[in-house]
C-alpha cells in the first residue's frame, strides 16, 4: 500500500494532507502498488476519519489518548508499525516542522531510504524518483531510491490538493503498540487568529523592513490581506526587530510557502527570503528601491513608496 501520515487540525485535514493523496494516486499510477492508504493519527478524530475516507481508498485511524499531543517518538512508533503491518511499499509524511522531525525516524525504524522535502514524485522501474531544491531553492535536483519500502517527506504547496475520490473509502480501527513519551506536556499556547495559515493561504500578503515599523504592519500589511482573505507573512528581519511575531516569518528559518499570489511590501528580496516564497505562481513587489533583488523575482514590480502606494490598494480591494 501507499500509506499518507493525515495532518490535521481543529477536526479537519490539512491542505498538505490532500496534496499528498495527489503525489500517492501519482505514484499509483505510475505502477506502485496497493490502495492509497490515510492513517489518522489522534484522540477523539472520527470526524477527520470520515472526511479522509472521501480521498482515500481505505482509512486506517489511529485513536487514543496517548496520541492526544503530538510526540515524535510515539508518532514514528505508530507509522512504522502500521507500514510494517500493512506491508507499504511508500510512507508519504508532510514536510511540516512536525513531519521533518519524526519522517527520518520511521526511516530508521524500518530501515528503508528516506527522500525528504520532495516537490514532485515519480517511479522509475523500480526505484522511486523525486525532486527537490536545493541551494536556498537556486537548484532543482533529482534523486532516487530503492528498496522495500522508501519513506518521503513532500514539501508543502508543491501538489495540488487531491479532489475527492469516486467512491469513500473503507474505515478500520487500528491497535497500536505505543512507547511512553517521556515527555509531560504541562501547557500549550495557540495563536489565536481569523486569518488563514501561512501554509493554507492562496494569496499572502509580506511585510519586510519598508514597511517602516510595526504600527504601519497594522496600518497597512493587515488591512490589504483582510480585504484580500490573505494570510500576513514578515521577513525575519522584521521579526527579529520583534515588530511581528515567529509564526508569520516566511524564509530559509521560517515557513516555506507557494501560494497562487505573493504580495511583498517593502521587502528587499535576501535570497535567504526568496527560497522561502520563490516557487510562489505569481509575485508582485512594492519597493522604492528600484535595484532591490526582489524584482528579479516579481512577475509585477512597483517602484515607489509603501505608504503612498497601499493606501491606494486597500482603498481599491475594499470596492
Same mark, same amino acid.
Given at each position: 500500500?501507499?500509506?499518507?501520515?493525515?495532518?490535521?487540525? @481543529?477536526?479537519?485535514?490539512? *491542505? &498538505?494532507?490532500?496534496?499528498?493523496?495527489?503525489?500517492?494516486?501519482?505514484?499509483?499510477?505510475?505502477?506502485?502498488?496497493? !490502495?492509497?492508504?490515510?492513517?489518522?493519527?489522534?484522540?477523539?478524530? +472520527?470526524?477527520?476519519?470520515?472526511?479522509?475516507?472521501?480521498?482515500?481508498?481505505?482509512?486506517?485511524?489511529?485513536?487514543?489518548?496517548?496520541?492526544?499531543?503530538?510526540?515524535?517518538?510515539?508518532? /514514528?512508533?505508530?507509522?512504522?508499525?502500521?507500514?510494517?503491518?500493512?506491508?507499504? @511499499?511508500? %510512507?508519504?509524511?508532510?514536510?511540516?516542522?512536525?513531519?521533518?522531525?519524526?519522517?527520518?525516524?520511521?526511516?530508521? *525504524?524500518?530501515?528503508? !531510504?528516506?527522500?525528504?522535502?520532495? %516537490? &514532485?514524485?515519480?517511479?522509475?522501474?523500480? +526505484?522511486?524518483?523525486?525532486?527537490?531544491?536545493?541551494?536556498?531553492?537556486?537548484?532543482?535536483?533529482?534523486?532516487?531510491?530503492?528498496?522495500?519500502?522508501?519513506?518521503?517527506?513532500?514539501?508543502?504547496?508543491?501538489?495540488?490538493?487531491?479532489? !475527492? /475520490?469516486?467512491?469513500?473509502?473503507?474505515?478500520?480501527?487500528?491497535?497500536?503498540?505505543?512507547?511512553?513519551?517521556?515527555?509531560? =506536556?504541562?501547557? *500549550? @499556547?495557540?495563536?489565536? $487568529?481569523?486569518?488563514?495559515?501561512?501554509?493554507?493561504?492562496?494569496? %499572502?500578503? $509580506?511585510?519586510?523592513?519598508?514597511?517602516? &515599523?510595526?504600527?504601519?504592519?497594522?496600518?497597512?500589511?493587515?488591512?490589504? /490581506?483582510?480585504?484580500?482573505?490573505?494570510?500576513?507573512?514578515?521577513?525575519?528581519?522584521?521579526?527579529?526587530?520583534?515588530?511581528? !511575531?515567529?509564526?508569520?516569518?516566511?524564509?530559509?528559518?521560517?515557513?516555506?510557502?507557494?501560494?497562487? /499570489?505573493?504580495?511583498?511590501?517593502?521587502?528587499?528580496?535576501?535570497?535567504?527570503?526568496?527560497?522561502?516564497?520563490?516557487?510562489?505562481?505569481? #509575485? #508582485?513587489? #512594492?519597493?522604492?528601491?528600484?535595484?532591490?533583488?526582489?524584482? *528579479?523575482?516579481?512577475?509585477?514590480?512597483? =517602484?515607489?513608496?509603501?505608504?503612498? %502606494?497601499?493606501?491606494?490598494?486597500?482603498? +481599491?480591494?475594499?470596492?
Amino acid at each position: 500500500m501507499i500509506l499518507i501520515v493525515a495532518e490535521h487540525s @481543529n477536526g479537519k485535514l490539512a *491542505k &498538505s494532507t490532500l496534496e499528498m493523496v495527489t503525489a500517492a494516486r501519482g505514484l499509483q499510477e505510475g505502477g506502485r502498488e496497493g !490502495p492509497v492508504t490515510l492513517l489518522v493519527l489522534g484522540q477523539n478524530i +472520527a470526524g477527520v476519519a470520515n472526511e479522509a475516507a472521501t480521498f482515500a481508498e481505505q482509512v486506517l485511524v489511529g485513536d487514543s489518548a496517548a496520541l492526544a499531543q503530538y510526540n515524535a517518538k510515539v508518532w /514514528a512508533a505508530a507509522t512504522a508499525q502500521i507500514a510494517q503491518e500493512g506491508e507499504a @511499499n511508500t %510512507i508519504i509524511i508532510g514536510g511540516s516542522r512536525s513531519g521533518r522531525e519524526y519522517a527520518p525516524r520511521v526511516a530508521v *525504524k524500518l530501515g528503508t !531510504p528516506y527522500l525528504e522535502d520532495a %516537490i &514532485s514524485l515519480q517511479v522509475s522501474g523500480e +526505484a522511486l524518483q523525486a525532486q527537490r531544491y536545493t541551494y536556498l531553492a537556486r537548484v532543482t535536483e533529482t534523486v532516487e531510491a530503492q528498496g522495500a519500502a522508501v519513506v518521503v517527506t513532500t514539501k508543502p504547496g508543491s501538489f495540488a490538493p487531491a479532489g !475527492p /475520490a469516486a467512491t469513500p473509502g473503507e474505515q478500520y480501527d487500528v491497535e497500536l503498540e505505543l512507547p511512553d513519551s517521556g515527555i509531560t =506536556v504541562t501547557g *500549550k @499556547n495557540v495563536e489565536k $487568529t481569523s486569518r488563514v495559515a501561512l501554509t493554507e493561504a492562496d494569496v %499572502i500578503v $509580506t511585510g519586510g523592513r519598508g514597511v517602516g &515599523s510595526a504600527e504601519n504592519f497594522g496600518k497597512y500589511v493587515e488591512p490589504l /490581506a483582510d480585504n484580500l482573505g490573505a494570510g500576513v507573512g514578515a521577513t525575519r528581519a522584521v521579526v527579529d526587530a520583534g515588530w511581528r !511575531p515567529y509564526a508569520e516569518q516566511v524564509g530559509q528559518t521560517g515557513k516555506t510557502v507557494q501560494p497562487k /499570489a505573493y504580495i511583498a511590501l517593502g521587502v528587499s528580496g535576501a535570497v535567504q527570503h526568496l527560497s522561502g516564497m520563490g516557487k510562489s505562481k505569481y #509575485i #508582485i513587489a #512594492i519597493n522604492k528601491d528600484a535595484e532591490a533583488p526582489i524584482f *528579479k523575482v516579481a512577475d509585477y514590480g512597483i =517602484v515607489g513608496d509603501v505608504n503612498e %502606494i497601499v493606501p491606494a490598494l486597500i482603498a +481599491a480591494s475594499q470596492k
